[in-house]
């Protein structure tokens, strides 16, 4: 069956609050908990010589929204690509310490990057897509992982682009060039193409800064629907943005997870000086 959604395979543990405001919070029903989904633990990333992750730890839970936050150059894009092994990709880097989905090592000898890959999607600031049709675009993964099957593959292109948000406005327009679409609709094509390989996590690199604010406001609406059924980490500058979509905030500066909770309570009531300096603006 294709978007199955009642074998995945859950976590069964709830983390615990990290403070006892967190869990006084969570109590008063500021956020329902969820099991974990991705445990990073003690990870540590170097480009050549210069550390750019020191010793982060940090929780997230299933289905939900978890913003990663803080000034540019302090590791955000870095922590985002090593949930789905992007850094691989990059020569010269080294990492210590543990990413873990669904309690399974990532960084395990064995583990298929690939398959990592379709389970844990991304879609980065700029749209990216490819200079082929709307269908195309987001039928590409599909056909990657072998389905051939013509009724199937136009299945998986109207879920997605629905679940995408982008049917309504694309499906006159399927055999079209996706560069034709605007830019609003070019990420929101890209999120559909990354939801056609079926992924449990997805992973978003500021995914409205290069957008308009109607487009954004579209995007950030996706992103709430899009929670019920996926588990989403996002990257933004935009302090708003995080307030807006997501439930729980980490903040990061210099490589360092500086602190992490529930993002009302980290915008109003942050526990280290350092968290409270960045979201008045006093630097960043
Ligand atoms: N491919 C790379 N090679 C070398 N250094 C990098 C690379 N990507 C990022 N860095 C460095 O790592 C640090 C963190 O960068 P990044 O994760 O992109 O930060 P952010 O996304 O928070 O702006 C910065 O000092 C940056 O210059
Ligand atoms: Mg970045």
């Not at 956020?31 to 990073?40: S, V």
């Not at 870095?78 to 989905?101: F, K, P, Q, Y």
């Not at 929101?188 to 997805?202: G, K």
């Not at 995080?242 to 980290?266: H, K």
Request: proline share 5%; with cysteine; charged share 25%.
């Amino acid at each position: 069956m294709w978007f199955p959604t009642s074998t995945r395979t859950r976590a069964t543990t709830t983390p615990r609050a990290s403070s006892p405001e967190d869990a006084a919070a969570e109590a008063a029903g500021a956020e329902e908990p969820r099991a974990e989904k991705i445990r990073i633990a003690g990870l540590s990333l170097w480009y050549g010589e210069a550390r750019a992750l020191a010793g982060v730890d940090l929780s997230i839970r299933e289905r939900s929204v978890t913003a990663l936050i803080g000034p540019s150059g302090c590791g955000k894009s870095t922590l985002l690509r090593t949930i789905n092994r992007m850094n691989d990709l990059v020569s010269g880097v080294r990492i210590e310490g543990r990413v873990a989905l669904d309690g399974q090592d990532i960084y395990a000898p064995g583990v298929e990057v690939e398959i990592l890959r379709r389970r844990v999607g991304m879609v980065f600031q700029k749209s990216n897509p490819f200079p082929k049709s709307v269908f195309e675009n987001v039928a590409y993964g599909p056909r990657i992982q072998g389905v051939r099957d013509r009724a199937l593959l136009e299945e998986i292109v109207e879920t997605s682009l629905t679940r995408a948000a982008l049917w309504e406005e694309a499906k006159d327009r399927l055999k079209e060039s996706a560069l034709a679409l605007s830019g609003g609709q070019q990420q929101r094509l890209c999120i559909a193409r990354a939801l056609a390989t079926n992924p449990e996590v997805i992973l978003m690199d500021e995914p409205a800064s290069a957008l308009d604010p109607l487009s954004t406001s579209r995007i950030e609406d996706l992103i709430h629907d899009l929670k019920e059924r996926y588990t989403i980490v996002i990257v933004t500058h935009n302090m708003q943005q995080a307030a807006r979509v997501s439930g729980r905030t980490a903040f990061l500066l210099n490589g360092d997870l500086i602190e992490e909770g529930p993002t009302d309570r980290i915008f109003t009531n942050p526990t280290r000086k350092q968290t409270e300096d960045y979201i008045t603006g006093r630097f960043g």
